[in-house]
């Protein structure tokens, strides 16, 4: 990784917290810390940012015009559009509010998933139970 980038990168997450779950807690369980990391499901980058979350942050905030295949390892980027996904599900789709679990859950699992658990349609899976731990969020 560039020496620029990686100094970038430890600016943006260095602190930072989103709620009370820091961003580099969710770096580290969705990707442990790998910006080459590459899920089943081609959810890519430091924050594993699926093709469809991109294309809601650069729907939502058109000045993010970067490439998924392009720029989704690129540690900075990948953080900054992870970040405002953050902000999208909890501005957006829970309308201000929402606990941090319920933030993690629709990040991690998906805003459809989130819905089926709220309506008792669905339970919390172990990896979803054992990651919202590693986040940091009280059960």
């Known amino acids: 990784m560039k020496t620029l980038n990686m100094i970038a990168l430890m600016l943006l997450i260095h602190g930072t917290a989103y709620a009370d779950v820091r ?3 969710i770096i ?6 790998n910006p080459r990391a590459v899920s ?3 959810c890519r980058g ?8 991109w294309a809601d942050v650069r729907k939502h905030y058109p000045e993010m ?14 953080v900054r ?6 902000e999208i599900i909890k501005n957006k789709y829970l309308k201000g509010g929402g606990s941090d ?3 993690l859950i629709c990040y991690h699992d998906g805003l459809g998933n989130w819905k089926k658990w709220k309506r ?3 339970k919390l899976g172990r990896e979803m139970l054992q990651n919202l731990a590693r986040y940091g969020v009280k059960i």
């Open 46 to 53: 430091l924050m594993q940012m699926s093709r469809i979350a």
């Open 101 to 103: 679990k319920d933030i």
């Open 40 to 42: 089943k499901a081609d």
């Open 120 to 122: 008792g349609e669905r």
């Open 23 to 25: 961003i580099d807690r």
């Open 65 to 78: 015009k970067y490439d998924f295949d392009k720029y989704a390892f690129d540690p900075v980027v990948n």
């Open 28 to 33: 580290q369980v969705e990707s442990s810390g």
């Open 81 to 86: 559009m992870g970040t405002l996904y953050l």
